[in-house]
């Protein structure tokens, strides 16, 4: 009976992302509206169905980003709010993957982070002439998500699991995600960015997801 709920859990999944992807190749807003904040509403589903006891600071990282999703739904008035509310998303989730290290040297810290650090700069130096009153917040937020990527590298170098390179993979395709949104909204626009947007986060939630109910398990 559970694994009859899980799979449905996991096809509703699996539809509210065609739909979305649909919505936006099409330009349809209200299919949009409707599925995109559904897509982490699946997932915390999902993952309280897959799990006997759920780790509440995961339930509450999927709880902002779908914040997220619906403020940047109206970007020229909530993109700020959008930001933040997935500054906190993946604060949180630095949190419950960081609970999967054991005690890690600083020199490891320090060469896991140059890839992150050398792909930041580069975004940046892409995206800073037009960020403008931005350039804080977009920063900080970069900062945050690079140190997620992090802790997964790290994570995943101490125990090259299935489960762990799940969490890795999801962290770097949400790293590109965000950065293919960056370089939309502040260097050049186009319609093929907002499609991989909305392909790479998906698969980039669905990835933690996963790596989150294996290791809650």
């Not at 694994?3 to 949009?32: H, P, W």
């Not at 915390?44 to 997220?68: E, H």
């Not at 109206?74 to 005690?103: K, N």
Request: one cysteine or more.
């Amino acid at each position: 009976m559970k694994s009859t709920k899980i799979i449905t859990a996991s096809i509703f999944f699996l539809l509210v992302s065609v739909a979305d992807i649909y919505a936006i190749v099409v330009g349809n807003q209200e299919i949009e509206m409707i599925a995109k904040p559904l897509i982490t509403t699946s997932l915390v589903i999902l993952y309280l169905l897959s799990v006997s006891k759920p780790n509440f600071w995961y339930v509450s990282a999927l709880l902002f980003a779908f914040w997220g999703d619906v403020l940047l739904l109206f970007p020229d008035q909530f993109f700020v709010f959008g930001l933040a509310s997935f500054l906190l998303a993946h604060v949180l989730l630095i949190t419950v993957s960081s609970r999967f290290l054991q005690q890690v040297s600083k020199l490891r810290i320090l060469v896991h982070s140059l890839p992150f650090v050398v792909i930041l700069a580069v975004l940046l130096y892409l995206i800073y002439p037009n960020l403008e009153e931005l350039l804080i917040p977009v920063i900080i937020y970069g900062i945050v998500i690079s140190v997620f990527g992090v802790v997964a590298f790290l994570v995943y170098t101490n125990d090259k699991s299935i489960a762990n390179s799940w969490l890795f993979l999801g962290a770097l395709i949400f790293i590109l995600s965000d950065s293919i949104l960056a370089i939309n909204k502040f260097s050049q626009s186009s319609e093929f960015f907002g499609i991989a947007i909305m392909i790479t986060y998906i698969i980039a939630q669905y990835l933690i997801c996963k790596a989150m109910i294996a290791k809650t398990k």
